[in-house]
């Protein structure tokens, strides 16, 4: 591949940025990057294990000169992250950001940006349970879709160019307004993170089922639930609360659906419930034959302890 950016800022250092970098570097796809946390430990952490090529002490040395900065920051602070970042940025550098809601993303973020810098949002659709700098990894992106969600009027040029970044990072690419990745991400993202988190909390809830035994009898349906809510807390709260309107309507949806189970189970209703588990086998058929996991035991996820 070849360079598409003289220099890259990445400013937060957690899963998401750090495999960016990794990335980027595998493919020599940014001459520098640079990186800044808030934090002056995850700064010493990522100078320990060569995450970028300088770390800075400040947001205005990171961003400095950078043609992309990236924001890799939970929603609930990207806006005000914007707003001081704003003054420091050269004319014609382009501002992206890697979070799963893009319509608040946008109406916080974009009007603290100047004239002649370019606002392409971006949204990565890769991670793991696992957060901070020490658990990224070049191949994340690999085979997975990024999602980039520009504003009405955002410069062609600017566009093309962080595709081809992402591109060259191992995603497959695609454009899509934000209202409408707020609801696709709602249904198969976010939503089920709730009900993950909802799960795991009713079984920590049945004090007749001890502790041991929700730990030891883990079948492979309840671990998944607690892998998917092992994810950061503070990225996830504000994840909610900023695509609040399209999660509630899935909520709507999934509750009206799960009460039909009920009255199906109740009702010993073994039709209906036959029937709706060959309907959802299909998507999951689908995911497979997408690419988009494997079928492999135990979905090629290691042993089975």
């Given at each position: ?34 990186g ?10 990522a ?20 043609d ?10 990207m ?15 382009t ?26 949002p ?7 349970e ?5 658990s ?23 566009v093309a ?15 899509m ?30 004090r ?21 809510a ?76």
């Amino acid at each position: 591949m070849s360079q598409i950016y003289d220099r890259v800022a990445l400013i937060g250092l957690g899963l998401i940025a750090s495999s960016m970098f990794w990335a980027m570097k595998r493919s020599g796809l940014a001459g520098e990057v640079t990186g800044f946390a808030p934090s002056p430990e995850t700064r010493v952490t990522a100078r320990d294990i060569g995450l970028c090529d300088r770390v800075c002490d400040t947001m205005a040395e990171a961003v400095e000169g950078a043609d992309l900065v990236v924001l890799c920051v939970p929603v609930g602070v990207m806006g005000k992250v914007a707003a001081e970042l704003a003054p420091m940025l050269k004319t014609g550098a382009t501002v992206s950001d890697v979070g799963s809601v893009k319509a608040e993303v946008i109406s916080t973020v974009g009007p603290h940006l100047p004239d002649g810098v370019h606002f392409v949002p971006a949204h990565p659709i890769a991670g793991t349970e696992h957060s901070g700098p020490t658990s990224g990894f070049a191949e994340l992106f690999d085979n997975r879709w990024c999602l980039l969600v520009p504003p009405e009027g955002t410069d062609a040029d600017a566009v093309a160019r962080l595709r081809g970044l992402w591109e060259g990072m191992g995603s497959y690419v695609d454009e899509m307004d934000a209202e409408h990745h707020d609801r696709v991400l709602a249904v198969t993202s976010h939503a089920p993170h709730l009900i993950a988190y909802t799960m795991v909390g009713v079984a920590d809830d049945l004090r007749r089922v001890t502790d041991s035994e929700v730990i030891k009898y883990s079948a492979a349906g309840f671990r998944d639930f607690t892998r998917i809510a092992a994810s950061d807390p503070t990225m996830w709260r504000d994840v909610f609360l900023s695509n609040k309107d399209a999660t509630l309507e899935i909520l709507g949806r999934f509750t009206e659906e799960l009460f039909a189970l009920q009255r199906a189970i109740r009702q010993g209703d073994g039709d209906h419930l036959h029937d709706y588990f060959t309907r959802t086998r299909e998507i999951r058929r689908n995911i497979v034959e997408a690419g988009q996991d494997t079928d492999a035991p135990n979905f090629g996820r290691g042993g089975t302890k």
